[in-house]
């Protein structure tokens, strides 16, 4: 028998001081069993870094053609594509053909430099790729608090990242990287 995904809800009081967004966002997010919570609490940081209308989480990790995250305009065209961890350099130039932007979050240090030089050798040339990273030791901890019903409050300045969560107060650096440093 096949395991079911865990449903996880998160209630999330968004300050987006760049964006001048402040919301309450209520997310049903499901934890695929073959998904570490440190990757779910990055799908949901990276839901906060795009909040706006129309984004949501898609099938992800049992759907091939479709990323963590993304939004559709009007026409269905897709505008954002958002990635969670480190796809392939051939994964993202497809992305890359597909929408107008595509952003990949990474959340571990694990083989990060290596797979960061070959984006950069096959991805070099191609201009709607953002690529940042939560810095891991704090997404760690972020991970160890999750559970099935999660009350956090979200503050964005800059590159910083200030989450509130069971009564603690994680500092979540964010790092851009770019696909033309070779």
Known sequence: MALKATICKASINLADNDRMLYEQLTLTVALHPSETPLRMMSRILAFCLHA????????????????????KDDINAITDWIEVGQPT?????????QAAQVWVYGYSDKNLSSWLSDCQKQLGNIDNIQIAGFQPAAMQQLADLHNRNMDLAVQRDGDDLWITADNQLLH???????????
């Open 52 to 71: 706006t209308e129309g984004l949501t989480f898609t099938r992800g990790l049992s759907t091939d053609n479709e990323p963590d995250i993304w939004r």
């Open 89 to 97: 350099a051939e994964r993202l130039k497809k992305a890359s053909r």
């Open 172 to 182: 979540v650096p964010i790092q851009h990287f770019s696909l033309n440093d070779q």
